[in-house]
């Protein structure tokens, strides 16, 4: 593991101060919103203010939506060519891999999470971009054998104006990821990141600016979820929604999207199972337990924040796990050795808190944990211990529910037909992972999850080669990948007539 040492004058470096206002980019413009409201970025390692935006208003929406509109349909982006966008893309990739440094302390001052995660996303970011770029022509079509004299064939087209609404978890990722694949499809799009990390998205609409698109292809919107957000998700001319976020956000985009029956992919919430036998290799599934749940905050959609554990095993597995979580450095993501940073705002500590406290009240017992940290300077930020509870049974909030947080739950089981079933007993299905060295155990348990993302002796590997979605409550459609792609676009057929006489349906001349 790199450790990664910094000062925190070099970090905020990349700021740009708060005597600016940071704008909206609409149809090739940087603007202020109408509504002349500003919003003040924090800091969540120490409650500074790290940045002023201009705050979107459904106005701003609008103009970008129609922007976007006039781009693809009047202004020919319909028509643009592949290699051509496959050009753009890299570049950006190229521009962003060189400022890479910047972006991911943008994220870590903004988000909270550690710089060596931060630089592990944009390295992720340019990623998608050149995988995307790759994929721009690569849409074939199909030609089909049909009777009556006809060449009947499939195009693929892109889907028209797309927007794009983020979640705060991984503020520069979520949103490249999206851009990169419905740019590459021919979309034009528009973004709306997070109300509370808005900042790399800002800076990466610079890149955006200099390679050199046609206005109103692509464009930023800042705001709330309830103003700018719900007007993206309402309005006609919005052909495609690509939402991350909340099961609760969710359902209510999917309402909303009904009355234009909006083509809408919605990756939302977990609460991940990882299955750990007892013949698990015992000390890669202690390991992958902690990293499972404790990365990026446990702020993490697919998080392994129910260990669903063989019975047998609890008695060395646990004080083990326990021990371990209690050693996890916590601190400001820039400092020498720090492994877990603060949670993203006042507001979530205090959710995830609460649910510390549901569980307690559950009758749950809480094995490490459970406060936030207010040691030194760490008070001014928003930091909880990593936590974990045992005792839990299947009905619990905090076993059903989503938190969010550094909190794992316990559950323990006698048989592999019980791992399943708790596995699979909550209302969602993103993700989920089973320890054990018997090969065929392993894929037969697999097989039962009703999970979208699955992984065997491991937790948290993904690819942006690989689809990225849920089951159940936890979504509709994929992120990355050739099924990513597919989101954005349409599927066309095509009949020709190969014998031009007329069809003789009607004998009247
Ligand atoms: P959230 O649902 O509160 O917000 C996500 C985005 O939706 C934000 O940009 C927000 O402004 C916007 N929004 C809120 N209300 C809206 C509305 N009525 N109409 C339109 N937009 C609206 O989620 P969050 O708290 O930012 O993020 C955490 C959630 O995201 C967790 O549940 C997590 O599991 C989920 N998530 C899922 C994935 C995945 O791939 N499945 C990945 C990351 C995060």
Redesign the pocket.
Known sequence: MTLVILEKAHIESVLVGNDTVQKMYINGEWVESESKYTREIINPANGEVIGVVTEGSVEDAKKAIAAAKQAFYKNGWMNSKARDRAELLLKISNKLEERKEEFAYLDTLNNGKTVRESIADVEDAVNQLRYYAGMATKPHGQTYDVPDDIQAMVVREAIGVVGI??????PLV?ANQKIAAALAAGCTVLV????QTPLSVIRLFEIIDEVGFPPGVVNLVLG???KV??E??ANPDVDKVS????????I??MK?AADTVKKISL????KSPNIVFADADFESAVDYALFAIFANQG????AGSRLVLEENLYETFVPELVKRAKLIKVGPGWEKGVEMGPLVSED?MNNVLNYIEIGKKEGATLLCGGNRIVEGDLEKGYYVEPTIFGDTTPNMRIVQE?I?GPVLVIQTFKTEEEAIELANGTAFG?AGAVFTQDGAKAQRVIRQLRAGITWINTYHPTFNEAP???YKQ??IGR?LGTYGFEEYLEIKQININLKVEPSGFFEGK
Request: aromatic share 10%.
């Open positions: 609404i983020v979640p705060w978890n991984y979520m709306k990141p997070a109300q709330s979820g309830s957000g719900a993206i998700v939402f991350t976020g909340g099961t609760d956000t969710g209510k985009l909303s990756e939302l919430g977990g702020q993490v959609c697919s979530h989503e969010f993103l990225w979605g849920g936890s979504g992120d």
